[in-house]
């Protein structure tokens, strides 16, 4: 019998169209979702804002990877709760002067709900800080990126 190989790179597609100069309704697989300014910059508030949902997204790719490399160190992490709080510069966003590190630094906090330890939560964010590909990418950028993990 033949093994199937899975492919190392893939292609990813994502579409948006334009409703307004604030609003952006985004197209990915079969998913529908809006990207929007709050009233206050013009838009309608129906979603987040682009930097709002960059951040989301590293919540969410914490979780995935989080979830796949304790499974493979067979740590009990269980569920997560995870907050995200960013030191952001908006003098990029406001057109005031172009900023090479608009994200300066994030804080990740993961509290696990499972059984693990201290010291194996420890090394969980060691690993999940090698292979979630939106960590890397603020890294890569010049972000600080800072994660704890702890017990619940």
């Known amino acids: 019998m033949c093994a199937i190989r899975m492919k190392s790179i893939v292609k990813l ?8 100069h604030a609003r952006t309704d985004i197209t990915v ?3 529908n979702f809006t ?8 838009g309608s508030n129906l979603g987040p804002t682009p930097t709002d949902t960059a951040l989301a997204a590293l919540i969410g790719c914490t979780n995935v ?7 493979k160190l067979g740590i009990d992490a269980g569920d997560m709760s995870i907050t995200c709080s960013c030191d952001f ?8 002067k172009e900023i090479d590190v608009p994200f300066q630094s994030i804080d990740l906090a993961v509290k696990c709900h499972g059984s693990a330890k201290q010291e194996e939560l420890n090394r969980l964010g060691d690993e999940v800080a090698k ?9 890569q950028a010049g972000t ?3 994660s704890t993990w702890h017990p619940a």
């Open 35 to 42: 990207i929007d300014e709050p009233v206050a910059r013009g």
């Open 144 to 146: 600080q990126v800072n």
């Open 89 to 96: 510069d908006r003098r990029g966003v406001t057109l005031e």
């Open 29 to 31: 697989r079969d998913v």
């Open 65 to 71: 990877i989080g979830s796949k490399c304790a499974e």
């Open 131 to 139: 292979y979630c590909p939106l960590s890397k990418l603020f890294q």
């Open 13 to 20: 597609l994502t579409s948006g169209e334009t409703v307004s």
